[in-house]
Every structure is written in C-alpha cells, then in structure tokens.
C-alpha cells in the first residue's frame, strides 16, 4: 500500500498549512488513517488517527489543539491541517495507514515517504 503525502514546503512562524495524503492505487475508505511526525534529532511521535469515515478523531498527548485530522473519502485524501505554526513544528509528517480502526492505537502498518515541514521565524 502506496501512501503519498504533500504540502509541505518553508513556511513561516504563525502561519497555516494544509499536509495531504492519498493512497494511489487504493481507496482511501478502507483504512483508518493517521499521522506521526519526527522533530530533528528526535524519534517519531504520533500527531492522530481518523477512522474510516472520518467521524472520530484521537490525537497525540504531547500535541495542542492547533493540528485537525481530516479525511474526503470521495478525493481519496486525508489532510492534517496545522495552524499557528511554531519553530517547534519543522519536522518530517507521515501519513500512516491500518485496516482497522483502534482508538488511541499507535500501531499503524503502512507508511509514507514523509513531507518536510519547516518553519522559519
């Protein structure tokens, strides 16, 4: 399973940004879906999960209310939309993919290359 991220780019201390994922040779509804992302010189912390259609949402402990998981199952996508951007922010973002969906489970079996996310002051 295939998954492809995109949105990434510099970006600038308050701003917003949009990531994307789709599943290109798959439909995107028959997985639950998340996100984790890998800060500089620090190991791989999960963002959140979203279930199959995109009506229950859990998010990472050490995170705050500015990341929003979303999904549109009719554009094969999923997005993880970032406000308020912080230095803090600047890592590489995964999208992440299981076929079951379990709440609060960090436990996800296909992965994507990863989109690069800096944010500059």
């Known amino acids: 399973v295939r998954l492809v991220e995109s949105g990434g780019g510099l970006v600038q201390a308050g701003d917003s940004l949009r990531l994307s994922c789709t599943v290109p040779?798959?439909?995107?509804?028959?997985?639950?879906m998340g996100w984790f992302r890998q800060e500089p010189g620090k190991e791989r912390t999960f963002v959140g999960g979203?279930?199959?259609?995109?009506?229950?949402?859990y998010h990472g402990d050490s995170l705050d209310g500015r990341f929003t998981i979303s999904r549109d199952n009719a554009k094969n996508s999923l997005y993880l939309q970032i406000t308020n951007l912080k230095l803090e922010d600047t890592a590489v973002y995964y999208c992440?993919?299981?076929?079951?969906?379990?709440?609060?489970?960090?436990?996800?079996?296909?992965w994507g290359q990863g989109t690069q996310v800096t944010v500059s002051s």
């Open positions: 992440v993919a299981r076929r079951s969906y379990v709440p609060g489970t960090l436990e996800y079996d296909y």
């Open positions: 979203i279930n199959f259609a995109g009506t229950r949402t």
């Open positions: 040779e798959r439909t995107i509804s028959a997985f639950a």
